[in-house]
């Protein structure tokens, strides 16, 4: 019974999982080593191997409940056992922690999150390598997705040793990872959990804040110069934006580069998220600056609104008038009110005033642009969408 083989740690496989959710995995792995099998051709053969007998183990739903039994008092039998071997025991753990190291150099996240799954079995709370084992662990789970897991395990990592900054470093990077994911679902069209979204950005800005904080009582300049960064990017790029902050804390780190780096930062300046915040906000600036002949005295540039309509303007030749403003009413009103509406305007302000600066005084993109227009201002007007004047 002890050596009873713990599919859901050998195969990453969430026990939370339905019956079919487990076979689907199952067969995307076998794939997976299959595919694999030229290049590692010996761990290729032990994982079929695993994944082939995991199959019959979850056959039915009356395997699968024998089979959870049976773990369960083999774990029991397992740890029985360890707590009389304590040395064995830290050998094991090490020896399963530094096969995950491996395999996580070699970018084989999968094998390292099983194998970091076998070394925290082993771990105990006060071995010397505890919080490693916990803080790697959480790592090669955010790499594969598998968040929740990869949360716990930086927490008890930073509840053993809460002075350690690297620990939060962590934690925030698990945030961005589910950030991004999201992301790229809504970029490719996909199905998209915003409360995650929105939660993510949220919890990454405010472990930033407390790294910043306690890297200033710790003194730390790689701590604090990271918050920065970090700080700035987020709160320029993702809802709710804050540009003023964000361009505050690049001042911040521009300074403390300037100080510790001195006359070389500027090469350092340019690997940053900063730099990136500040060149996006030069050229911003520099298209406001290129689109003055087509705005009117009530433009969002000129009276401290958040945008304009660039490509209506242009193609109207003015802010203001009756086509532009029903435009606005539609931007405000209904795009403004959806997550995919407020999509749009993003994108729609990151392209149009360059897309302007190009062609906006050609005679095919204004003809273009206002059958296009005209067409989509008369169907507004028809769900009532009034064309009077209007103040952003």
């Known amino acids: 019974m002890p050596n009873l083989v713990d599919y859901y740690t050998e195969l990453n496989i969430s026990k939370e999982s339905s019956l079919e959710e487990i076979n689907a995995e199952l067969t995307k792995l076998k794939r997976v080593w299959i595919q694999r099998e030229i290049n590692q051709p010996e761990k290729a053969r032990k994982m079929l191997t695993l994944i082939d007998d995991a199959c019959e183990v979850f056959k039915t739903e009356a395997t699968k409940a024998k089979y959870n039994r049976d773990l369960e008092d083999s774990k029991k039998e397992v740890h029985d056992t360890l707590d009389s071997t304590d040395a064995e025991r830290k050998e094991i753990a090490k020896k399963w922690y530094n096969q995950g190291l491996n395999y996580s150099i070699s970018h084989q996240f999968d094998l390292a999150a099983q194998s970091f799954d076998q070394a925290l079995l082993y771990c105990r709370q006060g071995d010397d390598n505890y919080c490693s084992i916990y803080d790697r662990a959480a790592v090669a789970y955010k790499s594969v997705k598998n968040y929740d897991k990869a949360i716990d395990c930086i927490n008890k990592a930073i509840i053993e040793n809460p002075k350690n900054l690297d620990y939060y470093t962590t934690k925030e990077n698990i945030f961005f990872a589910i950030k991004f994911e999201v992301l790229d679902d809504l970029e490719h069209g996909r199905q998209a959990d915003i409360d995650a979204l929105n939660s993510a950005v949220q ?96 433009h969002p540039s000129v009276s401290g609104g958040d945008g304009g309509c660039y490509i209506a303007t242009a193609v109207y030749g003015s802010y203001d008038c009756p086509e532009v403003w029903a435009l606005r009413r539609f931007r405000d009103y209904i795009l403004a009110d959806s997550w995919f509406g407020r999509l749009f305007i993003k994108v729609y302000y990151a392209t149009s005033p360059t897309l302007v600066k190009w062609f906006g005084k050609s005679k095919w993109f204004n003809m273009f642009w206002r059958t296009v227009l005209d067409k989509a201002i008369y169907r507004l007007k028809e769900c009532g969408i009034s064309d009077g004047p209007y103040n952003d």
């Open 203 to 298: 919890k990454q800005r405010e472990v930033l804040k407390y790294i910043l904080q306690e890297g200033e009582k710790q003194d730390s300049f790689k701590d604090v110069t990271y918050a920065l960064d970090q700080l700035a990017s987020t709160w320029y790029w993702d809802d709710p934006v804050n540009k003023i902050l964000a361009l505050q804390y690049v001042d911040r780190y521009i300074a403390m580069l300037k100080e510790v780096h001195e006359e070389y930062w500027e090469s350092v300046f340019k690997d940053t998220q900063s730099y990136f915040v500040l060149k996006d906000k030069e050229e911003q600036d520099e298209q406001e600056r290129n689109f003055q002949g087509y705005q009117g005295a009530n």
